[in-house]
């Protein structure tokens, strides 16, 4: 048994390395999850946006500094804001399946343990607290107002980390609607290849949607047009529409 780093070969310490920055995000999620918990969402979200600005600030300059580069004005690393835009583009496609592969993990591992019923559950519950948060961040980034009507609603979906690995579109556009249309998902064309019947992601994406919407403008009502287990055509997978009446 290792007493000490010392004694740790250099494949052992490179995966304690990387496993104090699983320590670091899990740990903040706890906080986030907590703050939801006693305070609300509205001013979890609050404390989340000040907590995440002012440790970033603090952890990215000591590690910008550690792998000898530098940050801009902005606070930013230089190796990001450096790239190309085809490496930075090919970058936010990569992070976005990691994110799509880790939710697919957390799935399966319930669903082995506890079954489909308990994975759906929590699958529908962690919708219920991520896709707000989602939209919360798309908010900030895009500097959208407090009430940004449907057009905020559109250019906020293209921001999603769904929208860079789905292929999707907008459809049937009137002053009081618009329909969403996930032309291709990455999950069911994944069950299709396999021969596998469509995933029933319907409880969830009522879910998802309706909360990402309000988030965005809480005038916003979300119907669902098409969603599986509803049988749909072959150029689209789910069909939702989004309603603004004040």
């Known amino acids: 048994m290792k007493q000490n780093l010392h004694e740790f070969s250099p494949q052992e310490k490179a995966a304690f390395i990387l496993d104090l920055f699983h320590r670091t995000t899990v740990?903040?999620?706890?906080?986030?999850?907590?703050?939801?918990?006693q305070y609300g969402r509205e001013v979890a979200f609050e404390l989340l946006g000040k907590v995440y600005r002012q440790s970033y600030g603090i952890q990215m300059k000591r590690?910008?500094?550690?792998?000898?580069?530098?940050?801009?004005?902005?606070?930013?690393?230089?190796?990001?804001?450096?790239?190309?835009?085809?490496q930075s583009d090919q970058l936010i496609e990569a992070l976005s399946v990691n994110w799509l592969?880790?939710?697919?993990?957390?799935?399966?591992?319930?669903?082995?343990?506890?079954?489909?019923?308990?994975?759906?559950?929590?699958?529908?519950s962690s919708w219920a607290n991520f896709s707000p948060f989602e939209a919360s961040a798309v908010r900030h980034i895009l500097q959208l107002g407090p009430q940004p009507g449907l057009d905020g609603l559109k250019k906020a979906l293209q921001f999603r980390l769904y929208a860079f690995i789905n292929k999707q579109s907008i459809t049937n556009e009137t002053a009081?609607?618009?329909?969403?249309?996930m032309n291709d998902c990455r999950v069911q064309s994944a069950?299709?290849?396999k021969g596998m019947d469509d995933y029933p992601c319907k409880s969830?994406?009522?879910?998802?949607?309706?909360?990402?919407?309000?988030?965005?403008?809480?005038?916003i009502t979300t119907e669902c047009l098409c969603c599986p287990p509803d049988k749909h055509p072959e150029d689209y997978y789910c069909v939702w529409r989004f309603w603004l009446k004040d």
């Open 27 to 37: 740990h903040h999620g706890f906080w986030f999850a907590e703050a939801i918990h």
């Open 63 to 86: 590690l910008v500094r550690f792998f000898g580069g530098e940050t801009d004005a902005a606070g930013l690393p230089e190796g990001l804001t450096g790239m190309k835009a085809e």
């Open 101 to 124: 592969a880790n939710d697919g993990v957390w799935f399966q591992a319930i669903e082995q343990q506890m079954g489909m019923t308990e994975a759906k559950r929590c699958n529908d």
């Open 176 to 181: 009081e609607s618009f329909d969403f249309v």
């Open 191 to 193: 069950r299709k290849r």
């Open 204 to 219: 969830g994406g009522l879910i998802e949607y309706t909360s990402f919407a309000r988030t965005i403008d809480p005038r």
